[in-house]
């Protein structure tokens, strides 16, 4: 028996990685896809503000506003909004094993454990979590 295939989460490298149009690996980009066009494709709002932060440190230059870039790229490719309640956040911080320690990137890992997510990243740590069994990853 076969069940439907688990929502995916892009974290926030992903999110653009793919806006900038570089070239994702063959499997990822087909299982975005096919994510997509079964409405589970999700984007964390945490990706939102991440994207913010790094337009106003300057590290991040993007041919529109940080809101505008996020909100244009949810319609463009399809996501839907994952929840970020009180207990990802709280799950945020209690993650089993040994995980980098930025915030944000915790808090995308806990939302997909907590809502049975896939994260889809290229971050070389949660990649890493992910081989020791403390989430599901895609490498994209």
Not at 42 to 66: D, H, M, N, T
Not at 110 to 131: F, N
């Amino acid at each position: 028996m076969t069940g439907r295939a688990p929502p995916l989460l892009l974290d926030t490298c992903t999110i653009l990685f793919i806006g900038n149009a570089s070239r994702l690996d063959d499997d990822a980009d087909r299982e975005i896809g096919k994510a997509a066009l079964e409405q589970r494709l999700y984007v964390s709002p945490i990706s939102a503000w991440e994207i913010g932060i790094g337009v106003a440190k300057g590290r991040l230059k993007l041919p529109l506003g940080p809101l505008e870039f996020f909100d244009d790229f949810v319609k463009r490719i399809g996501a839907r909004l994952s929840a970020v309640t009180p207990g990802i956040l709280v799950g945020s911080s209690l993650l089993p094993g040994t995980i980098h320690k930025d915030p944000m990137d915790r808090v995308l890992v806990a939302s997909a454990r907590m809502l049975g997510m896939i994260l889809v990243t290229r971050d070389g740590p949660i990649l890493a979590y992910g081989r020791e069994g403390h989430v599901r990853t895609i490498t994209c």
